[in-house]
C-alpha cells in the first residue's frame, strides 16, 4: 500500500519540477512513511514524464522500492496497492523470457505490461491505482481497480496529465486552481459525497472503478475494462470464472458451495504478509465470516479488532466478543470518547472533498488503534450490498408490493399531514424510517430509492439554496448519477437493480472511499475478500432468492458459513457503525454547530439561505425533526470549505 503522484505532458507544456514532486509526494507521506522515489524522463522533442512514490512495506520488505522499470527501463511504474495472485502470475512471465529483479507484486505488473498491454488488467487480482510511463509510446496508462477500492485522481489541461492518490497531492502544483464546482456542491448534499468522475473542483477528476485512462502526445482517453455482470447479457468482458456462463443449470447448493470455496480462496490470497495482519470484527455477519475463515487457515489465533462508544445503541463490542469467543481470535477491543471537536479538522484534512459520511469517526479511530498491532487488516466490506444485507432493500420490497395501488392512493401516504409527527432523537427509529418510506411512495422506483437514501432530497435543497446559488445550478439534476447506475442491468428483478446500483455507486464513492482515506491516514492497509472480482462475478450473476426474502437478507451467507456464525450474530439486527450525532448536537457540539454552520463566514458564501440553515438547528435541537445527518453534512462542508478554499490545506 503507498501514495503515488505524477504526470506527463507534451513538448509544448510544463514539466512537473523535482520540487513540485517532492512536495505532491511528501502531502501523502502518510500513505507510505517507509521509503520514497522518484523517476523524471525528458524525451529529445521536450515531452515527458514524473513519477512520484511514497511506500508504505507490506510485501518484499527489502527490494521493494519504486518507481521500478523493466529490464531496459523503457518501462516504468508507480503502483499504490496489492496485486494478490502475483506469484501465481509470476511463472508464466518468467517460462516467456521476462527476468525479474525483485518479488514484488509491483514488478509483476511491469512484465504482464511488456506481454500483453493494456489487456494486462485482466489477470490481475486484487486493488490497485497505478500509473504506467511507456518511453516508446510516449504513453502514460493509467488503471483503477475494479471495484474502486484504490484511489486516482487526475487533472487534464493543454499539454499536461497529472494525477494523485489524494487530491491534495494535485494542490501541490504551482497555480493549481481552487473553484469550487457548484454542481459537485449539488451532489455532495444529495448523496454525502461528490461521485465519480466528478470532485468538489472544477477541472479535476476522480478515475471511476474498472477504467483506465491513456495520455498519448497530449490526447486523454478513458475507458471501462471491467463492469459487474449483473445483467442478462453477454458481459463484456470475460468472466473470472468462465463455468459462470452455465451457472442457470446450478442447484442452491452449487452456489452454497462455490460460494465458500470462493470465498475462502479470496481470503486466503488476502493473508500474504510480510507484516503482521488482522482483521476488523464488528460481530456482524460480514466480519464475522471473514473473521472465521481467516482463522480456519491460520495455525494460531489471529488478531481480530472492535471499537464501542459509551452510548449503549452505538456499541457493538459485546457482539464482537462473542464472535471472537466463537472463532478462538485474540481479539483486543477498545473504548473510546470520541473528540469530535479534535477530529472534524483532522478528517476534513484528510478526506481532501466534504465528505459527510459521520462513520468516517470510529473508522479513524478503529484504524488508529488497529494499527498499533498490525500493519494489515482485512475486513466485511462489500457484504450488504453484494447479498442484499441492508435493511433498506426491504423497504424497497415493500413498495413494489404497494406499486400496484393507485396513483392518488400511494400520494396519499406522502401527504404532509404524516409528516408532523415528531421523529425524536433516534435516527433509526420506526417513526423516523416509516416517514421516509411513506414520504416517496408517490414516486417512480428508482426516484424513491434516491430520496431514501439522499441526505438532502430535492425540495429540502430547493429550499436551503439562495435564489442565486439556485440560478447558476440551472437545470442540473443531482439524480442522474444513481439513475444512471440503474440502467446497467435492466433486466434483472428490482432488488437486484437495487443492489447493483448500490455496488456502483454507494459502495466505491462512500464506503470504500471512507475506509481507505481512514485507515491509510494511520499507514494501515485494508483488505476486502467479498470486493475479490470472482467473488463480485459471482455475487453479481447470482438468483435473488437465495439472497434475499421478506424479512431478510444475507440468506446464501448466512447459511453456507452457518459454522462461523453464533447463534446471537445470526438473528441479530444490523446495526451500522455509527455516532451519537443526535445527541451531540443538541449538547457538546451545540456551539460549534451554531457558529460554524450560522456564521457570517457561511453566509457571506451565498450557498445557502441562512434562514433555512437555522431552521434545521432549531427543529433538531427542538427535537421535532433528526436532522443530525444534514447538519453534519453542512458542519463538514463550512470546514472543508474554510481549510480548503479560504485556507491552504492540501
Known amino acids: 500500500m503507498c501514495g503515488i503522484a505524477g504526470g506527463s505532458w507534451t513538448g509544448r507544456g510544463e514539466r512537473l519540477s523535482n520540487e513540485t514532486v517532492r512536495r505532491m509526494t511528501d502531502c501523502i507521506q502518510h500513505r507510505g512513511p517507509d521509503d520514497e522515489g522518484a523517476y523524471f524522463d525528458t524525451l529529445p522533442d521536450g515531452a515527458g514524464c514524473a513519477l512520484g512514490f511514497r511506500r508504505l512495506s507490506i510485501i518484499d ?105 489524494e487530491l491534495k497531492t494535485l494542490l501541490q502544483i504551482p497555480g493549481a486552481p481552487r473553484e469550487v464546482d457548484p454542481e459537485a456542491v449539488d451532489l455532495f448534499l444529495t448523496y454525502q459525497y461528490v461521485p465519480h468522475p466528478r470532485t468538489i473542483l472544477k477541472g479535476y477528476s476522480k478515475l471511476p472503478p474498472g477504467h483506465l485512462a491513456l495520455y498519448e502526445r497530449g490526447t486523454l482517453s478513458v475507458r471501462r475494462y471491467w463492469f459487474p455482470p449483473y445483467s442478462d447479457a453477454p458481459p463484456e468482458q470475460p468472466l473470472a470464472d468462465p463455468e459462470l456462463a452455465n451457472a442457470a443449470c446450478w442447484s442452491d447448493d452449487d452456489w452454497r458451495n462455490r460460494l465458500r470455496s470462493t470465498l475462502t480462496e479470496a481470503v486466503r490470497l488476502r493473508m500474504r504478509s510480510d507484516v503482521p495482519i488482522g482483521a476488523f470484527l464488528s460481530g456482524g455477519v460480514d466480519s464475522t465470516i471473514i473473521s472465521g475463515l481467516m482463522q480456519s487457515l491460520s495455525d494460531r489465533p489471529i488478531h481480530t479488532f472492535s471499537i464501542g462508544f459509551p452510548v449503549k445503541q452505538f456499541d457493538e463490542r459485546e457482539y464482537a466478543r462473542t464472535a471472537a469467543k466463537h472463532l478462538g481470535t485474540n481479539h483486543h477491543e477498545y473504548l473510546v470518547e470520541p473528540k469530535a471537536l479534535e477530529m472534524l479538522p483532522k478528517l476534513v484534512w484528510h478526506y481532501d472533498e466534504p465528505f459527510g459520511d459521520s462513520s468516517a469517526i470510529p473508522t479513524m479511530y478503529l484504524s488508529e ?282
Open 61 to 165: 520488505l527489502s527490494t521493494g522500492h519504486q518507481p521500478l522499470a523493466n529490464e531496459d527501463e523503457s518501462v516504468w511504474i508507480v503502483f499504490n496497492g496489492e496485486i494478490y495472485n502475483y506469484r501465481e502470475l509470476r511463472p508464466d512471465l518468467e517460462a516467456k523470457g521476462h527476468r525479474f529483479s525483485t518479488s514484488t507484486d509491483t514488478e509483476v505488473i511491469v512484465h504482464l505490461y511488456e506481454e500483453y498491454g493494456l489487456d494486462c488488467l485482466q489477470k490481475l487480482r486484487g486493488m490497485f491505482a497505478f500509473a504506467i510511463w511507456d518511453r516508446a509510446k510516449e504513453r502514460l496508462f493509467l488503471a483503477r481497480d475494479r471495484a474502486g477500492k484504490k484511489p486516482l485522481f487526475y487533472r487534464h489541461e493543454p499539454d499536461r496529465l497529472t494525477f494523485g492518490s
Open 369 to 650: 488503534v488497529t494499527r498499533r498491532e498490525v500493519t494489515v487488516a482485512l475486513s466485511g466490506d462489500g457484504g450488504d450490498e453484494l447479498f442484499a444485507g441492508y435493511e433498506r432493500y426491504q423497504a424497497v420490497a415493500l413498495a413494489g408490493r404497494l406499486d400496484v395501488l393507485p396513483q392518488w392512493a400511494r400520494g396519499l401516504f406522502g401527504a404532509k399531514l404524516w409528516q408532523q409527527i415528531p421523529s425524536f432523537g433516534n435516527q433509526r427509529s420506526i417513526v423516523r424510517r416509516g416517514k421516509r418510506f411513506l414520504q416517496a411512495l408517490g414516486q417512480s422506483p428508482q426516484r424513491r430509492y434516491l430520496r431514501w437514501i439522499g441526505i438532502f432530497d430535492d425540495e429540502l435543497r430547493r429550499d436551503l439554496y439562495t435564489p442565486d446559488f439556485r440560478r447558476r445550478l440551472g437545470g442540473f439534476d443531482s439524480g442522474t448519477f444513481l439513475l444512471d447506475a440503474y440502467t446497467a442491468c435492466p433486466d434483472r428483478d428490482f432488488i437486484t437493480q437495487t443492489t447493483c446500483t448500490d455496488v456502483l455507486s454507494y459502495l466505491p464513492c462512500d464506503i470504500l472511499t471512507k475506509v481507505d482515506i481512514a485507515s491509510m491516514a494511520f499507514s494501515l492497509e485494508g483488505r476486502s475478500p467479498f470486493l475479490d472480482h470472482h467473488v463480485m462475478e459471482l455475487a453479481a450473476r447470482m438468483p435473488i432468492h437465495l439472497k434475499f426474502a421478506p424479512g431478510r437478507g444475507k440468506i446464501i451467507l448466512q447459511e453456507t458459513f452457518r459454522d462461523l456464525l453464533p447463534p446471537a450474530i445470526q438473528t441479530r439486527k444490523k446495526m451500522g457503525f455509527g455516532v451519537p450525532l443526535s445527541v451531540w448536537f443538541r449538547d457538546e457540539l451545540r456551539s460549534l454547530l451554531r457558529d460554524t454552520i450560522l456564521s457570517s463566514q457561511a453566509a457571506a458564501r451565498g450557498y445557502f439561505d441562512m434562514r433555512s440553515v437555522e431552521r434545521l438547528v432549531e427543529e433538531h435541537e427542538s427535537e421535532r425533526w433528526d436532522h443530525s445527518y444534514r447538519l453534519w453534512n453542512l458542519l463538514v462542508f463550512e470546514e472543508w470549505h474554510r481549510q480548503y478554499i479560504d485556507g491552504s490545506a492540501g
